[in-house]
């Protein structure tokens, strides 16, 4: 079983940045990539980013690209993510998930463990 944990969510105002963690149980070492989704209220939950956990290579939803940036630390078997210049629209519960097969890193239906989410809210 893999446990993921959230954490690092808030509120802040528009231009702000904030780093979300992932923290994950031992097993991930042998995952296949981990990725991030966001929620937002009345909205279905939308791919944000990934990064395959061994080759270190990342994807990012378009909204998202040169603002945010995903990395991991084996040794700490956690996966970030840092927000820049955050906007309204970012607000949403973000989860981390892991997936153990290989695919489209884009879709939620590989992702087998989720988090339980962060909060994120940004002001105007």
């Known amino acids: 079983q893999v446990q993921l944990v959230e954490s690092g969510g808030g509120l802040v105002q528009a231009g702000d940045s904030l780093r979300l963690s992932c923290a994950a149980s031992?097993?991930?070492?042998?995952?296949?990539?981990m990725g991030w989704f966001r929620q937002a209220p009345d909205k279905e939950r939308e791919f944000v980013a990934a990064?395959?956990?061994?080759?270190?290579?990342?994807y990012y939803a378009d909204p998202v690209k040169g603002r945010f940036t995903i990395s991991r630390d084996n040794a700490k078997n956690t996966v970030y993510l840092q927000m820049n210049s955050l906007k309204p629209e970012d607000t949403a519960v973000y989860y981390c998930?892991?997936?153990?097969?290989?695919?489209?890193?884009?879709?939620?239906?590989?992702?087998?463990?989720w988090g339980q989410g962060t909060q994120v809210t940004v002001s105007s």
């Open positions: 031992d097993r991930t070492f042998s995952s296949y990539a």
């Open positions: 990064i395959n956990w061994r080759s270190g290579n990342t």
């Open positions: 998930a892991a997936r153990f097969v290989s695919g489209s890193y884009y879709s939620q239906a590989g992702y087998h463990y």
